[in-house]
């Protein structure tokens, strides 16, 4: 359900209040992109509507997913590995793909890979809502995620190649209104077309709406979008990639997968790999470094003191987002047996709360107090989960959306005092020429995060479901109760995690350094890199 107030590293939120002759300091966009075309060229507004439109069928795509859960559960007779594999598996070829996929565009052109990855994201949209058995989803769901990958990292690359500097402030205030409204409508969506059941389809429809909007805009994109290139971009580091996805594949995979086996050997020797594979990526990449200049991760930015804290919150921060979303649904929808659709309207208020406060952070707050109010944003939903906690645990299965409605409320104001400015204090000393390589891996950090999250479910959730339903000897009646307990206990460590947020913020700076336009910045062609979309 949940989703963030920035969109390809790039802060949109704050973008509507920048001033209209240029875009902050934060994008990853470069200063060295081609001219835009004469401001009286209707094409350009044409282009920024297909762009939007695939920007915002990845962000619905994102949330529409975790609501229909439990029905995709019924329909496939899905385990609870193979659940979590559905929204896992995504993540993680996303977050895997992301950085070359920024690359390929600036190699090979971005309205080229644009289109590529809007046809190929309709067409595993296609595959995950025919799937006929839970392997064959959480495949598609794979291949949407590496789809997404090839086709976000182009969205703001195409606007500022299209658009002069002085319209980016309106454009960039036109994303984030999307995103806002991409973070409202996904679970709502979601549980509407999961309800209606629309031709006996169930859950289907939640992927298949994708079809004709991805069909346009692949055709209208062909004809509208102006082609654009890097000057000087750099090589693609395919074996970076794949020493990264084999290292995350050995650490979450037995995370999903122990416990149905009842935690194997292999699990935990393969657990421990990943982290001597993780360790020999480090080592290639410093060797790649080297030799071409051209690594997949700029190791020398983890020099900054600040951006390496940040990197460290953004994936602590989407530990919480895996491990909180996913038992969120599952305790409402199983645990409390609700509708999708009741389960939906119920996370309304948090989306709202998120939005609000992510304005109020960027443009009120964060000027004035600095990383304060990161840190407030942190204990204060630490503060919403306890009270979630407490009501759960007072109103059992009883409890209803009224009263879920404040705990709710005051994480989705916390969170968005988080998120929106998270991505500036992260990048605020990180110099110039790096931007965008350190905006990508962000992004790439915030999904791995949240596939480690979700992979981490199987322990903080479904371990104390089996422990209870043991101790009742499989009794169907328990199976509510069962879900309440599990759902408070995972909350539990939800609060650590925040907890190690708040404390790992002591090092991002106390203040940002501000804004500036980038075009007033060097050109630089690593600029162009690794655009991103933060969860």
Not at 320 to 345: D, E
Not at 410 to 434: F, N, Q, R, Y
Not at 443 to 448: D, E, L, S, W, Y
């Amino acid at each position: 359900m949940g989703h963030s107030v920035t969109y390809m590293g790039t802060n949109v939120i704050d973008m509507t209040s920048a001033p209209p002759s240029g875009t902050p300091a934060a994008s990853p966009i470069s200063a060295a992109a081609p001219e835009a075309p004469a401001v009286g060229d209707r094409r350009r507004w044409f282009a920024l509507a297909i762009v939007m439109t695939a920007a915002f069928m990845d962000l619905v795509d994102v949330t529409i997913v975790n609501i229909a859960i439990p029905s995709i559960q019924n329909s496939l007779g899905a385990t609870f590995s193979a659940i979590q594999w559905i929204t896992a598996g995504y993540a993680l070829a996303f977050a895997a793909g992301l950085i070359t996929g920024g690359r390929l565009g600036d190699i090979y052109g971005r309205k080229r890979l644009f289109l590529i990855g809007i046809g190929g994201f309709t067409v595993a949209s296609a595959l995950c809502g025919f799937a006929a058995n839970p392997d064959v989803l959480v495949a598609s769901r794979v291949l949407q995620g590496a789809t997404a990958a090839l086709m976000v990292p182009q969205v703001l690359s195409i606007v500022h190649a299209t658009f002069p500097a002085h319209e980016r402030g309106k454009v960039f205030g036109l994303f984030g209104a999307i995103v806002g409204l991409g973070a409202v409508t996904g679970p709502l969506l979601g549980a509407l077309l999961t309800e209606w059941n629309l031709f006996g389809l169930e859950w289907r429809p939640i992927f298949l709406i994708n079809l004709p909007v991805g069909i346009a805009g692949l055709i209208l994109g062909a004809k509208f979008i102006t082609e654009s290139k890097a000057p000087r971009a750099l090589k693609l580091d395919l074996p970076g990639v794949a020493l990264v996805v084999l290292g995350l594949l050995a650490l979450i995979y037995p995370l999903t997968r122990g416990r149905e086996l009842d935690w194997p050997l292999w699990g935990y020797l393969s657990m421990a790999g990943s982290l001597v594979i993780l360790g020999v990526f480090v080592a290639y990449e410093k060797w790649k470094t080297r030799r071409d200049g051209s690594p997949l991760v700029e190791l020398s930015l983890f020099k900054v003191k600040s951006f390496a804290a940040g990197i460290a919150v953004q994936l602590t921060f989407g530990v919480f987002s895996g491990i909180f979303f996913m038992v969120w649904t599952l305790y409402m929808q199983i645990g409390l047996g609700w509708s999708a659709l009741r389960a939906g309207v119920t996370g309304i208020p948090f989306s709202i709360a998120v939005s609000v406060a992510a304005g109020i952070s960027v443009q009120k707050l964060v000027p004035r107090f600095g990383r304060k109010v990161l840190q407030a944003g942190a204990l204060t939903m630490a503060t919403g989960l306890l009270l979630y906690i407490w009501e759960a645990n007072h109103f059992g299965a009883d409890i209803s959306s009224v009263q879920m409605a404040l705990p709710l409320i005051v994480m989705g104001l916390s969170m968005g005092l988080i998120v929106a400015p998270l991505t500036d204090a992260v990048l605020s000393e990180v110099p110039k020429e790096h931007a965008g390589s350190a905006s990508g891996l962000i992004n790439t950090t915030g999904q791995t995060g949240n596939a480690f999250g979700i992979g981490l479910v199987s322990v903080v959730f479904f371990g104390v479901i089996d422990d209870k339903l043991e101790l009742a000897k499989g009794a169907k009646s328990a199976i509510g109760p069962a879900y309440v307990d599990a759902f408070q206990s995972a909350l539990g460590w939800v609060v650590g995690v925040l907890i190690v947020i708040f404390l790992l913020m002591f090092a991002l700076p106390k203040k940002t350094s501000g804004h500036e336009a980038p075009d007033t910045a060097p050109p630089s062609d690593d600029l162009h890199k690794e655009p991103a979309l933060t969860a």
